[in-house]
């Protein structure tokens, strides 16, 4: 893993990202993203299990950040263009690239535009060869757990297999693959070397894949607690 994080890191160097820092734990990414981050910045935070794991929302809040989640509008001013975005990938390959699959479009689009600067929090977990590898992580593995978890009504949710489904609420509407930085966007990285959010390749001991399915499912029960119930 030290091998491949260290590639990783050199590649998303050389795609034009900075700051790109490696944290041996997860928490240590906390008073990082406490520095970079000023006081006064709107946060958007889509709802991201990494970035709920480590354990930042609350610290951001006490110190008046104003922070937003999928479906919420900031309260005041009426700002249009967060200044913030701090979420995670579903998946980075080895040669820097960021792909990701999307069921509303607010996480990736803000990837690329409409944000000034964009944190993203990765644990190694997270990291796969290539492309390829990423689309069907994410397709097929990552996509249908997620969908169960949150008890959606889609075919995976009752299956825990995707059928490239017609549903109407369907979690896989946009695909993007960012290559290199978006060049309006201030784009920072932090990898963890502790695993973080949802993200695991099959072929992984059984003990690891529960424990990134354990810390997820925690995170998002307290986290769906919290928003209105959807229909
Ligand atoms: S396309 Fe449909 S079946 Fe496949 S993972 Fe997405 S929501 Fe589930």
């Not at 919420?72 to 792909?99: I, M, P, Q, W, Y």
Request: net charge neutral; glycine share 8%; aromatic share 4%.
């Amino acid at each position: 893993m030290e091998n491949e994080i260290e590639i990783l890191i050199a590649a998303l160097k050389n795609n034009h990202y900075h700051p790109v820092v490696c944290v041996e734990k997860a928490a240590s990414a906390v008073p990082l993203l406490l520095d970079w981050i000023p006081p006064d910045a709107s946060i958007e935070g889509a709802g991201s299990a990494s970035v709920l794991q480590v354990g930042i929302l609350d610290k951001l809040r006490e110190r008046g950040n104003r922070f937003s989640e999928p479906g919420a509008e900031l309260t005041e001013t009426g700002a249009t263009r967060k200044d913030v975005l701090l979420v995670s990938t579903n998946a980075v390959t080895l040669d820097g690239k960021f792909v990701n699959i999307d069921g509303m479009g607010n996480r990736v689009t803000g990837m690329v535009y409409g944000v000034r600067r964009v944190i993203l929090l990765v644990g190694a977990n997270k990291i796969v060869r290539d492309v390829p590898e990423a689309l069907e992580r994410v397709q097929q593995v990552i996509s249908p757990f997620h969908a169960r978890r949150l008890g959606m009504k889609t075919p995976c949710a009752a299956t825990g297999a995707c059928s490239d489904c017609n549903a109407p609420h369907r979690i896989c509407n946009i695909t993007t693959i960012i290559s290199k930085r978006p060049p309006s966007v201030d784009f920072s990285v932090i990898i963890s070397k502790e695993d973080l959010g949802l993200g695991w390749d099959p072929s992984w001991p059984a003990e690891r894949i529960e424990r990134i399915q354990t810390a997820y499912g925690d995170e998002m029960d307290k986290f769906l607690s919290t928003l209105p119930k959807r229909e």
